[in-house]
């Protein structure tokens, strides 16, 4: 009975996770940028849930703290600072509309015919650990330089902001 | 290998020597001496005379005695099976037509320096008659077919020189370019007619053909009767036989003395000659390819015979109706032509070369005195605007007159006769009654219009000013005529049929006195019904001629006859007909090809390819809209279609 | 039904495919930029997926890795959509066409 | 480094030594082209006398390894089919030396220009390597851009020349295409002439390889010598071209593209021989009957050369179609003749258009009477041009009709046909029109003195003799191409043996 739970809680997140994905990226109601951020927000949650589904703790942790915490709220941030407003109702063309979800759509058939054609074993392998602590342990052995280097990265990336949005940028 | 020398033995030195000598000369006059006429004048009077002489013994050494002296060729080119060198043949047939070119050349030379003598291009035509000898001599003495088609062109290209000679005049350089493009035409059948022979001999020398033809006759099988009529159609287009006919009468633009040589005596006649030449390949028995079957029993020699028959007819016809005296001759010319080639066509090349050499003595001398009369009326053609001239100018007249007889065919006192006699013999040895009779016939045509030309321009009063004041003209310009005069009535009493018979065509039967002593009445006991016939139509064109001409002031003719007057003026509208179809035709198809290459090759393939290019460029260009998303897409197509193709 | 490696993969590949659809269609930039985020996450879910059910932490340290560099890449890429709408005054992709040629 | 080297050598020398010449001493310029090409002249009279006749192979070799690796080396002969070629080369490089007087801007580059074309088709036709063939070749192509583009004629010469240089380009590409097939297919790693045949003799490539390797050379060097769809080039680029350019592009350079051929396509590709000829006689007629009746249509004199020199082209082509010995010396001896009719043609024209101002047949008339000399050796030309004897061209023509006829009897009435009567018909009008008939006016005179009559007569005299004593030219080219045939014919030709062919002299 308790490898019921497990699945009917997979199937909830991961519907709830598509649901809000397609609400956020095409919500027919409103056009309003910050209704899609708020969907993209519940996307990162329930996948948050997934996360611990697959035993995955600390990232999920982390996927809800740095994601949904610091990156949407960035996102809101200059949604506000350029306070879009609706998008106006530009003539759809419906072409490039249907062509795009055709591409997208044969590709996401490609993916799932692969991924079934594959048939990977569907049986439970003994669990890993996904706690801070063995993380943390392989993080700062096996790929401390990599880690180091995301440190770098970050710093890059803070210096490329102050540099963009400084004002007499031509 | 280089050249063979020049042989040794002295006699081919002759030969030689009477080939290059007017070459020298004329390329002596174009090159040095310009300006210098005394010296321009002896060169090439000197060059035409020892050729002359030398002819004459010649002819003596070799035409009586029968034999041949093949010369030592000099090598032209020689690869695989084609060996093309240039040979001589000194034997009775060359030397004989060697004296008629030599001798007729050089009295036209000793003429052109009175007649030419006011004109500033003094060096220039003298250098060209010389070129002409030249070319005329490489045709006569030639011993193998690409040599005679060398000379043939090369005939054509000096004509072409002679008759555009004043090329200022527009009629003048028309009638040059319609000669040579009617030669043309002849030339290319020539061509194709000497490619199916040497194909099949594996040779183009006549020695080795008619050896290899009397070894082996059925050796050019099916081609037979169509390489004849092929080399024919060279002569066509050379003698000016019926269909090619048209460039003759144009060509009397160019100055008289070279129609009296060249329209008359020796170009044209190059044509009869080379059918007496190759006579050996002309009659095989009828042999038509697949295609021609419908031909079937028509051999060679028929359709040569009936040309000659037409042309002969159709020019005496026209010339009846014409009134320059160039015209007249030019026609008269052209029926004798047909005279002679019908003589060739009816198994008679003998009769053919006496005419040949009776024709060349007595239409030179008609085209001399023309020129003597039109320049003594200060260049005037027209004959109604003559008249009355026997008086004032009694050289011509009674040398005209004599020439005159000669070419109706006088009995006894005329060499024409005897010549005549000898075609109509041929005619009916080989059974051809019809063309026996359109010989006959013509010979009262020619009656008609010669008289009627003796009788406007000379008789009667003078019709113009200029008429009035005509004289005799120089010294240099009436000895030609006189000593013309002389062969144009003697020539037939020679005993021509023992030469023919004994040194040019050993085999044929010949139509003409044997011995001195019969020669006077031959013909009548010979073919008594040609010599009759011929001198009652004599007869009758003659009195026909007196009736409707002998004072009148205007040609009656139209009068009566308007329609057939009109027709024959025009020339039997051949060239109207000519103008209408052949040439417009031909210039149509140029027009497509130029519209094709105009539109189609440079407009549609090159033009096409460029645009095509630039369409593709102009297209590729609407791909870069700037929109990001429609990157974003053409990128996710991409990575589909490869993912797609990869996984398939 | 056993929920199995597949089951997490069908998902991350309809997430990936819903993000790639918002890149297409939507014309707003930053809601594109949203969408590009999605197909980040669905690739995570991937990873996390195969190394719970391939039993090592590979996975799970590639999407640690991966959200540091999503999160770099999101400062430096809003900054950028800042700078542009500041110059452009939109964010409408359509009007960013100064590469039509 | 044979004397045969020098011929390429000289006329870049003096290029460079003229781009060294400061404009101070302009007059130096023409003194040094001239000096140079007179030089080559020299050089190539020698070989041509001193050229062993009778023996087929190559004379006067000097080879001397490039490029190992990819069997590159610099490999100079010269045999019976390029021995004339290069003579008339050099005879056709100094007249249009000499002629090119007639440049007044910028005659430092011009003549570094001419000089480089003049090396690069003297180069071409020594290079018994195919590299250095097609490299010599593409040589002489650019600088045809650059002088018809700078000195050329009419409004639209720009045009005229990209069209002319794209076209030529796409051309020798193509040919390129089949170089290198030949040379990858062939694993003989090395596009030498004389090894390439001895390697394919023992491991000859598939026919169907050899077909299409032969299709496209055929095509390739066939477009840079104007076989018939690919022609229309020719025409408006020799209208629009200087002087000096027209008379070496129609004159040499267009033979190096038929002499490439003989050299690459004939002895090596056997099977392609076989398959090709047909078609090759039939796109033939193309160039004899079709560029004729355009030629018919001209109303401007270029036009009308450029037209008719297609139509020999054609006489050419047909002579190589029936791969027979007689018809490949014909076409050799063509080539030959035309390369002097050709450029004497253009210099004549460029005389008249520098001293009439135009080239319209319609505006002119009675020219014989303004300018004796150039009107005589305009007659003269055009009379060679429809193949009158007594110039080098008559004999050619006879040559390939009598080598043809045992094979393409049809063929040889439309060429007949072609050259006898069509030739005859534009050539004549072309005559009537500017030569003959009443002087309507036109400006300019004749060429001033003797000096300037040298470049006319140094092609119209080669042009008779050769017409007269043909023989000098054809039992140099015999030997040479009876070994073409037997390669290209697969088995050894009977007409003549590849030993010297003393016998074939007549009646010895």
């Known amino acids: ?170 | 290998m280089e050249p063979t020398h020049l042989p040794a033995t002295n006699f081919q030195d002759l030969a030689w020597a009477i080939l290059l000598l007017p070459l020298v000369s004329a390329l002596a006059i174009t090159l040095g001496l310009r300006r210098n006429r005394e010296l321009t004048t002896t060169l090439s009077l000197s060059a035409v005379g020892i050729g002359f002489g030398l002819s004459v013994w010649l002819f003596f050494l070799y035409g009586v005695s029968g034999e041949r002296l093949a010369a030592t060729p000099l090598s032209w080119m020689s690869v695989g099976s084609l060996s093309a060198h240039l040979g001589l043949t000194v034997d009775p047939l060359s030397t004989l037509m060697l004296m008629v070119v030599t001798g007729v050349s050089f009295l036209v030379h000793v003429y052109s320096t009175g007649y030419m003598e006011d004109d500033p291009e003094y060096p220039r035509y003298f250098a060209s008659l010389g070129f002409f000898t030249f070319s005329m001599l490489g045709i006569v003495l030639s011993d193998n077919f690409v040599q005679t088609f060398i000379f043939w062109e090369l005939v054509g290209v000096s004509s072409y020189l002679l008759v555009g000679f004043w090329y200022e005049k527009p009629a003048a350089a028309d009638a040059a370019k319609k000669a040579f493009l009617t030669n043309r035409i002849g030339d290319f059948g020539f061509l194709l007619g000497i490619l199916i022979v040497w194909a099949a001999t594996g040779t183009v020398s006549f020695d080795a053909m008619a050896a290899k033809l009397k070894a082996e006759p059925g050796i050019l099988g099916a081609a037979a009767s169509l390489a004849g009529v092929l080399i024919f159609l060279g002569a066509v287009g050379k003698s000016a036989q019926l269909p090619l006919h048209v460039w003759l009468p144009d060509a009397m633009e160019g100055p008289t003395p070279v129609s009296a040589l060249i329209h008359a005596a020796t170009m044209v006649a190059a044509g009869v000659y080379m059918l007496c030449r190759v006579y050996f390949l002309l009659d095989l028995p009828a042999a038509w390819p697949a295609a021609l079957s419908f031909l079937g029993s028509i051999s060679a020699l028929d359709v040569i015979a009936w040309t000659g028959a037409l042309t002969s007819l159709v020019a005496g016809v026209i010339a009846i109706q014409q009134d320059d005296i160039k015209r007249i001759l030019a026609y008269s010319t052209l029926s004798q032509l047909g005279y002679m080639v019908m003589a060739v066509g009816c198994g008679g090349p003998d009769a053919a070369m006496f005419h040949l050499t009776t024709h060349a003595c007595f239409k030179a001398l008609l085209f001399l005195g023309a020129g003597a009369v039109i320049y003594a009326c200060h260049h005037e053609q027209n004959i109604w605007k003559m008249g009355g001239l026997a008086k004032r100018m009694p050289v011509t007249f009674w040398t005209f007159l004599l020439a005159t007889a000669a070419l109706c065919g006088l009995p006894v006192l005329s060499s024409g006769f005897y010549s005549k006699d000898a075609i109509f013999a041929a005619a009916l040895a080989s059974n051809r009654p019809v063309l026996f009779g359109i010989g006959v016939l013509v010979v009262g045509l020619t009656t008609l219009y010669m008289s009627r030309l003796v009788i406007i321009a000379f008789l009667g009063e003078s019709r113009s000013e200029a008429a009035s004041h005509a004289a005799d003209p120089g010294r240099n310009m009436t000895l030609p005529l006189l000593i013309l005069a002389v062969p144009s009535v003697s020539l037939g009493w020679l005993p021509v049929g023992a030469y023919f018979k004994s040194a040019i065509f050993p085999g044929a039967v010949t139509h003409s006195a044997e011995g001195f002593s019969d020669v006077f009445f031959e013909p009548f006991n010979h073919s008594p019904l040609g010599a009759f016939l011929g001198f009652g139509l004599m007869a009758f064109g003659l009195s026909v001629a007196f009736a409707t001409y002998w004072g009148a002031a205007m040609d009656p003719m139209p009068g009566h006859l308007p329609r057939l007057s009109r027709a024959l003026r025009n020339r039997l509208y051949f060239d109207e007909i000519y103008a209408a179809t052949l040439i417009p035709l031909h210039d149509a198809v140029a027009a497509l090809a130029d519209w094709v290459d105009r539109w189609i090759v440079q407009g549609l393939f090159v033009r096409g390819i460029s645009g095509g290019m630039d369409l593709f460029g102009r297209a590729l260009r609407l791909v870069q809209t700037g929109n990001l998303q429609t990157y974003a897409f053409l990128f996710v197509a991409g990575v589909a279609l490869v993912v797609l193709l990869a996984l398939k | 039904m056993i929920v199995g490696l597949h089951h997490y993969l069908v998902v991350s590949a309809l997430l990936f495919s819903l993000g790639l659809f918002g890149v297409l269609a939507r014309r707003n930039l930053l809601v594109i930029y949203m969408s590009l985020e999605l197909m980040l996450n669905a690739a995570n879910l991937a990873l996390v997926a195969f190394s719970r059910y391939n039993a090592n932490l590979k996975g799970q340290v590639m999407v640690f890795f991966i959200i540091t560099v999503a999160a770099a890449e999101v400062a430096v890429g809003l900054a950028l959509i800042v700078a542009l709408y500041r110059r452009r005054g939109t964010a409408h992709v359509e009007d960013l066409n100064s590469l039509r040629l | 480094m044979s004397t045969l080297s020098l011929l390429p050598l000289l006329p870049i020398l003096g290029a460079l030594v003229i781009l060294l010449v400061p404009a101070a001493y302009s007059a130096a310029w023409r003194g040094i082209a001239l000096g140079m090409t007179g030089v080559n002249l020299l050089v190539a009279t020698t070989i041509f006398f001193t050229f062993h006749v009778g023996i087929g192979g190559y004379q006067m070799v000097a080879n001397h390894a490039w490029v190992p690796a990819i069997g590159l080396n610099y490999h100079v002969g010269v045999d019976g089919l390029s021995v004339g070629l290069l003579l008339v080369g050099a005879l056709v490089s100094f007249a249009a030396t000499w002629v090119s007087s007639e440049i007044k801007s910028h005659e430092r580059f011009f003549y570094v220009l001419l000089l480089v074309i003049s090396g690069g088709v003297l180069g071409s036709l020594i290079s018994l390597d195919l590299f250095f063939l097609y490299f010599f070749n593409e040589l002489a192509l650019v600088p045809t851009f650059l002088m018809i583009g700078i000195w050329g004629r009419g409004a639209d010469r720009s045009a005229i020349a990209f069209q002319i240089t794209l076209y030529l380009s796409l051309g020798a590409l193509v040919a390129l295409v089949g170089l290198i097939g030949l040379y990858a297919l062939s694993g003989a790693n090395t596009l030498d002439v004389v090894t390439l045949a001895a390697w394919l003799k023992t491991h000859p490539l598939p026919a169907s390889t050899q077909t299409v390797l032969f299709g496209l050379l055929l095509f390739g060097f066939g477009t840079l010598v104007g076989l018939w769809p690919f022609h229309s080039w020719a025409p408006a680029g020799y209208a629009a071209a200087p002087t000096a350019t027209a008379m070496m592009h129609a004159g040499i350079l267009k033979k190096v593209g038929a002499f490439a051929l003989l050299r690459a396509a004939f002895p090596l590709l056997p099977e392609g021989v076989a398959q090709w000829t047909r078609i090759l006689a039939i796109l033939c007629l193309g160039n004899i009957l079709y560029c004729g009746w355009v030629a018919m249509r001209q109303r401007n004199l270029n036009l009308l050369f450029g037209n008719s020199s297609l139509a020999h082209m054609g006489f050419v082509f047909l002579g190589l179609a029936s791969v027979s010995l007689i018809g490949i010396t014909g076409a050799v001896l063509i080539m030959v003749a035309h390369a002097l009719l050709a450029s004497l043609e253009y210099a004549l024209s460029g005389h008249i258009y520098r001293e009439t101002g135009h080239l319209e047949l319609d505006r002119m008339g009675g020219l014989m009477r303004r300018m004796p000399f150039i009107g005589a050796a305009l007659v003269a030309a055009m009379l060679a041009g429809c193949g009158v004897p007594g110039f080098a061209s008559f004999a050619g023509e006879l040559a390939v009709m009598f080598g043809v006829w045992p094979t393409l009897p049809a063929f040889v009435v439309a060429a007949a046909f072609g050259g006898l009567l069509i030739g005859g018909i534009y050539m004549l009008r072309g005559i009537r029109q500017v030569a003959h008939g009443p002087d309507v006016g036109t400006t300019g005179g004749d060429v001033p003195c003797w000096t300037g009559r040298i470049p006319y007569l140094v092609l119209l005299v080669p042009l008779i003799l050769f017409g007269v004593a043909p023989y000098v030219l054809v039992d140099r080219i015999r030997p040479s191409a009876a070994l073409v045939v037997e390669r290209a014919l697969l088995k050894p030709s009977p007409a003549a043996p590849a030993a010297p062919a003393v016998a074939a002299a007549p009646a010895h």
């Open chain 1, 1 to 170: 009975m308790s490898e019921l739970l497990p699945s009917a809680l997979f199937y909830a997140f991961a519907g709830l996770a598509l649901v809000f994905g397609f609400l956020c990226v095409a919500n027919p109601l409103s056009r309003n940028p910050v209704t899609s951020a708020m969907f993209l927000v519940l996307t990162i949650v329930s996948l948050a849930g997934l996360y611990i589904l697959l035993h995955a703790f600390f990232l999920a942790a982390i996927q809800i703290l740095v994601y949904a915490g610091a990156v949407m709220v960035l996102f809101l941030f200059v949604i506000m600072l350029l306070n879009l407003e609706e998008e106006e109702r530009r003539k759809i063309r419906g072409i490039t509309l249907g062509l795009g979800a055709l591409s997208v759509a044969v590709i996401a058939g490609i993916l799932i015919r692969a991924v079934v054609a594959a048939r990977p074993s569907a049986g439970t392998t003994p669990l890993v650990e996904g706690g801070i602590r063995n993380l943390g342990h392989t993080l700062f052995t096996l790929y401390l330089l990599p880690f180091e280097a995301m440190s770098l990265l970050l710093l890059v990336g803070m210096v490329g902001v102050i540099l963009l949005s400084k004002k007499d940028l031509k």
